[in-house]
């Protein structure tokens, strides 16, 4: 199976954003794709709560959705949107950061909410409250699909391993975590938070991210850390997507997850212990 990571620049526009990730889709196919994968809110970053008020819908009526489901279908391929924002029924109006999985006849296959919210101030300025405009999920899922089994998580869930390894002792073979990484923090940590949820799930990690500066009308700007990683069930890096947007792509041969597994069945050795 081949994979394509789609790295991304989104602005605040969701018509825009679409535009470009259509266009790497159809790198990604015509480079021979099976599984094309999109980061984290593919159709958008704004700290702008009241323009993504406008600009979000409901998952039944998201034009970003309809379209990436039409290409998918299309091209005949699987389809991971990493996530989108979209309306929900919550009276406090917070939006769902959702990620999706689309199989090649366009259905949606698995919906997952993302369940950590990056309620963190990285520094004195760049200061983020996830919470206070996505309201946090609590269900974790693995979808079962011909590619493998795959289970979904988004960005900062990286650095739960609890979540990885619940997914990999639900049967994963294959972990998804599409991220709009902070530059900071990413380069201090998100290849080795990843390749250390590879190592200890023995599962490829598959983690396409926004990259660059994504400035705001209001004049804000956020940068993300780029880096979009394919990564194998023992660890090593099989792709990077470097930090321009555009597609990279890997090879997956799913042999690999009970080889690694072969060699060190951690993933069968929890114990109980008590204290403290
Ligand atoms: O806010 C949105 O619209 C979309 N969501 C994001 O960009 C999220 C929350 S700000 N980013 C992360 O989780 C980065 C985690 C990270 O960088 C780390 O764990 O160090």
């Known amino acids: 199976m081949r994979a394509a990571l789609l790295q991304l620049?989104?602005?605040?526009?969701?018509?825009?954003?679409?535009?470009?990730?259509?266009?790497?889709?159809r790198a990604a196919v015509a480079g021979g794709a099976d599984f094309v994968l999109t980061p984290e809110a593919t159709n958008g970053l704004s700290s702008d709560r009241a323009l993504q008020a406008r600009q979000f819908h409901h998952e039944n009526s998201d034009q970003t959705l309809a379209s990436?489901?039409?290409?998918?279908?299309?091209?005949?391929?699987?389809?991971?949107?990493?996530?989108?924002?979209?309306?929900?029924?919550?009276?406090?109006?917070?939006?769902?950061?959702?990620?999706?999985?689309?199989?090649?006849?366009?259905?949606?296959?698995?919906?997952?909410?993302?369940?950590?919210?990056?309620?963190?101030?990285?520094?004195?300025?760049?200061?983020?409250?996830?919470?206070?405009?996505?309201?946090?999920?609590?269900?974790?899922?693995?979808?079962?699909?011909?590619?493998?089994?795959?289970?979904?998580?988004?960005?900062?869930?990286?650095?739960?391993?609890?979540?990885?390894?619940?997914?990999?002792?639900?049967?994963?073979q294959i972990l998804t975590v599409p991220a709009a990484f902070n530059h900071l923090t990413g380069a201090a940590h998100w290849e080795t938070l990843l390749r250390a949820r590879a190592i200890e799930t023995g599962c490829f990690v598959l983690a396409p991210a926004q990259t660059g500066r994504h400035p705001e009308a209001s004049g804000k700007s956020r940068r993300t850390h780029g880096h979009s990683l394919a990564i194998a069930p023992w660890g090593e890096v099989l792709a990077d997507g470097g930090t321009?947007?555009?597609?990279?792509?890997?090879?997956?041969?799913?042999?690999?997850?009970?080889?690694?597994?072969?060699?060190?069945?951690?993933?069968?050795?929890?114990r109980a212990f008590e204290g403290p």
């Open 9 to 25: 620049n989104v602005g605040e526009d969701p018509a825009a954003n679409l535009a470009a990730t259509l266009e790497h889709l």
């Open 68 to 172: 990436l489901r039409a290409a998918a279908k299309d091209a005949g391929i699987w389809l991971l949107v990493g996530s989108l924002g979209l309306k929900t029924n919550d009276a406090d109006g917070r939006f769902a950061n959702r990620s999706f999985l689309v199989g090649p006849d366009g259905a949606i296959v698995a919906r997952y909410d993302k369940i950590h919210m990056f309620d963190v101030n990285v520094t004195e300025t760049e200061v983020f409250r996830e919470s206070s405009a996505y309201r946090p999920g609590d269900r974790a899922v693995v979808a079962q699909t011909p590619l493998g089994s795959i289970g979904m998580t988004v960005c900062y869930d990286v650095r739960f391993p609890q979540l990885f390894r619940h997914l990999a002792q639900a049967g994963a």
């Open 244 to 270: 321009e947007p555009g597609v990279t792509f890997a090879e997956i041969d799913l042999a690999e997850v009970a080889k690694a597994r072969a060699r060190i069945p951690s993933l069968r050795h929890d």
